[in-house]
T-cell receptor, first 113, second 108 residues
Framework: EAQVTQNPRYLITVTGKKLTVTCSQNMNHEYMSWYRQDPGLGLRQIYYSMNVEVTDKGDVPEGYKVSRKEKRNFPLILESPSPNQTSLYFC????????????FGPGTRLTVT | QKEVEQDPGPLSVPEGAIVSLNCTYSNSAFQYFMWYRQYSRKGPELLMYTYSSGNKEDGRFTAQVDKSSKYISLFIRDSQPSDSATYLCAMMDDKIIFGKGTRLHILP
């Protein structure tokens, strides 16, 4: 089944404890992206990647890191999480180098206390 | 003025009605316009996208873009309870911007 998977689905952590949210797609898509979704603010892009070893900042990159060493994986790293990073996170992938036709993962709900 | 504005709703309509969902935008550089549907506790899924102005139809769904008015619409015909979800518009030039979403309830 063609899909985008994220792990973990739920995470509660404490301020300053480094964490990684994994994202993997099995559709051989070039484009991958991370978003956060917050009430009243909608879906905002954090980082995106057009291909392996190519990443770029979205609208809200502060406090996040990403890497794209393999085509199928695009992990999101929070080196020192803070409470304002409590959010619902989505990974997405898209064929080609455009942000059209994005396939979203199921989401990761992160709580930072 | 925000780049993309979308009424959050909720919008409640009876089953079988025609639903109209709308977004306005300020950036005339947007060329691609998308509609996503998001069920509760799920990721968004793409319904359809259009390029520039005009209409696009897919089954019960019709997307319209009026670039002169900076206004896009999604129409749902013969609405069903399974259409109850949050609908997100999105627009793109060299970056993608999402609306905040409209919550839609179809009443049986």
């Amino acid at each position: 089944e063609a899909q985008v998977t994220q792990n973990p689905r739920y995470l509660i952590t404490v301020t300053g404890k480094k964490l990684t949210v994994t994202c993997s797609q099995n559709m051989n898509h070039e484009y991958m992206s991370w978003y956060r979704q917050d009430p009243g603010l909608g879906l905002r892009q954090i980082y995106y990647s057009m291909n392996v070893e190519v990443t770029d900042k979205g609208d809200v990159p502060e406090g996040y890191k990403v890497s794209r060493k393999e085509k199928r994986n695009f992990p999101l790293i929070l080196e020192s999480p803070s409470p304002n990073q409590t959010s619902l996170y989505f990974c997405a992938s898209s064929p080609g180098h455009r942000m059209l036709e994005q396939y979203f993962g199921p989401g990761t709900r992160l709580t930072v206390t | 003025q925000k780049e993309v504005e979308q009424d959050p709703g909720p919008l409640s309509v009876p089953e079988g009605a025609i639903v109209s969902l709308n977004c306005t935008y300020s950036n005339s550089a947007f060329q691609y316009f998308m509609w996503y549907r998001q069920y509760s506790r799920k990721g968004p899924e793409l319904l359809m996208y259009t390029y520039s102005s005009g209409n696009k139809e897919d089954g019960r769904f019709t997307a319209q873009v009026d670039k002169s008015s900076k206004y896009i619409s999604l129409f749902i015909r013969d609405s069903q309870p399974s259409d109850s979800a949050t609908y997100l518009c999105a627009m793109m030039d060299d970056k993608i911007i999402f609306g905040k979403g409209t919550r839609l309830h179809i009443l049986p």
